[in-house]
């Protein structure tokens, strides 16, 4: 699994790959802190999550999406979640994610 940051003003597009599990929390644990960082240091008004090439992510992964979207919604910020696949949309459906988040094909 990895991660690629890019900056386009005061938007943060995150492109995240791979399989994400329970065994990548220490990465998960440095994507909230990379992210929250920015959001509360002001310099990024909006946060982008594409993930299209994540394969798999369990629910440890959606609780780091929780932690992110709480804290970018707190600095009154906006988190979109963009492009997941087919089994990581099936697992949004499940959890009724779109109610919290906004979600883009």
């Not at 394969?55 to 992110?68: A, C, F």
């Amino acid at each position: 699994m990895a991660f690629r940051f890019k900056r386009e003003g005061a938007e943060l597009v995150v492109f995240i790959s791979g399989t994400l599990t329970f065994h990548q929390h220490k990465e998960g644990e440095q994507l909230v802190y990379q992210v929250t960082t920015l959001v509360d240091n002001g310099e990024v008004t909006a946060v982008r999550m594409n993930f299209a090439d994540v394969q798999r992510m369990d629910s440890h992964w959606l609780g780091i999406l929780i932690r992110i979207l709480r804290r970018v919604r707190e600095k009154k910020a906006e988190l979109v979640i963009e492009k997941p696949g087919r089994d990581v949309s099936r697992l949004f459906d499940m959890v009724e994610m779109n109610r919290i988040a906004e979600i883009r094909a």
